[in-house]
C-alpha cells in the first residue's frame, strides 16, 4: 500500500471509473463474455463446473456468462458499483480477498493485475481461496504486443507483464502446472489455429483503430477484428497442488 499513490487508489474506486471505462458506448454488452467463457469451461477448467470467483469483476459480465454455464459464482471488486449480492468490495492492493481459504474449485480474472502496484496480493489471494486441485486462469496484455501504445490507453495501468514475468509472479505464490501463452481475443482464432498466421499478418498491417485512434470510423466488426489482432493477451492456467 505504501507504494501505491492515493490518488491512484482513489479513482479505481471511484464509482466513475467503472461508469466511463464500461460505458455501454466504449463497451457495449456483446457476445464475447459468453464465448470465452465457454472456451476456457472446455479447456481450461476440463469441462467441469463448481463454485468460481471472479477477482475484478466489474459489472458482472463475466459471472453471468459462467452462471448461465452452471457455475456458482462470486466476485470481488474495489468499485463500489459493482457491490451486489454476489460481489464483495475489496482493494487487491491492501487487503486480503474476503473470501475464506479452500474455498473455490476455480479462479477466474481477467485485466486486472495490470492494475496493481502489489499483483502478489491478487495472486497469494486466488493461491489461498482455491482449494487444492483448483485452477486459476489469470488474463492480462501481451507486453510485447502492446508496449508501442495500447498498454496505455487505460491511464491506470501500471505494471506490464510479458510471459516469463506472469509465469514467475505465479511460481512465487505457488501455483504448479503453470502454462503461458499469447492469446488472441478473436473466437474463430480459438476454433481454427491454424488462422493465427493470417492474423499475425493482418496485425502488421498499419491500421489505426479505436479507441487507440477515436477519429477513425470503421464499421464496429472491422474495428474489432484490427484492435483485437493487434493487442493480443497473455493467458496463463495454473493449478494449486492438490492436498
Known amino acids: 500500500m505504501a507504494n501505491t ?3 491512484k ?10 461508469e466511463v471505462t464500461y460505458s455501454a458506448s466504449r463497451a457495449p454488452v456483446g457476445a464475447y463474455p459468453s464465448l470465452l467463457a465457454r472456451y476456457l469451461m472446455e479447456t481450461a477448467y476440463g469441462g467441469k463446473t463448481g463454485r468460481l470467483l471472479d477477482i475484478g469483476s466489474g459489472r458482472g459480465d463475466f459471472l453471468d456468462a459462467f452462471s448461465a454455464l452452471g457455475y456458482e459464482v462470486a466476485g ?3 468499485s463500489p458499483l459493482a457491490a451486489c449480492d454476489r460481489v464483495r468490495c475489496c482493494n487487491l492492493e491492501c487487503e486480503p480477498l474476503p473470501f475464506e481459504d479452500n474455498s473455490f474449485d476455480f479462479v477466474f480474472s481477467k485485466s ?6 502489489a499483483p502478489h496480493h491478487l495472486v497469494s489471494g486466488a493461491f489461498r481461496v482455491l482449494k487444492p486441485g483448483g485452477v486459476a486462469v489469470i488474463m492480462t496484455p501481451s507486453w510485447a504486443h502492446t508496449y508501442w ?3 496505455y490507453i487505460d491511464h491506470t495501468h501500471v505494471t506490464p507483464y510479458t510471459a516469463p514475468s506472469l509465469t514467475d509472479v505465479l511460481e512465487i505464490a505457488g501455483f504448479t502446472g503453470i502454462e503461458t501463452t499469447h492469446f488472441y481475443q478473436i473466437p474463430s482464432v480459438w476454433k481454427h489455429p491454424w488462422l493465427t498466421p ?16 477515436p477519429g477513425v ?9 484490427i484492435r483485437f489482432s493487434k493487442e493480443v493477451m497473455l493467458l496463463s492456467v495454473c493449478r494449486k497442488p492438490s492436498a
Open 149 to 151: 501504445g495500447p498498454f
Open 198 to 213: 493470417a492474423v499475425r499478418l493482418f496485425a502488421a498491417l498499419p491500421f489505426s483503430y479505436r479507441p487507440w485512434n
Open 5 to 7: 499513490p492515493p490518488e
Open 9 to 18: 487508489q482513489a479513482i479505481l474506486g471511484n464509482s466513475r471509473y467503472l
Open 217 to 225: 470510423r470503421w464499421p464496429d466488426t472491422f474495428n474489432k477484428a
Open 76 to 78: 470481488t471488486d474495489i
Open 112 to 117: 486486472v493485475i495490470e492494475h496493481l502496484h
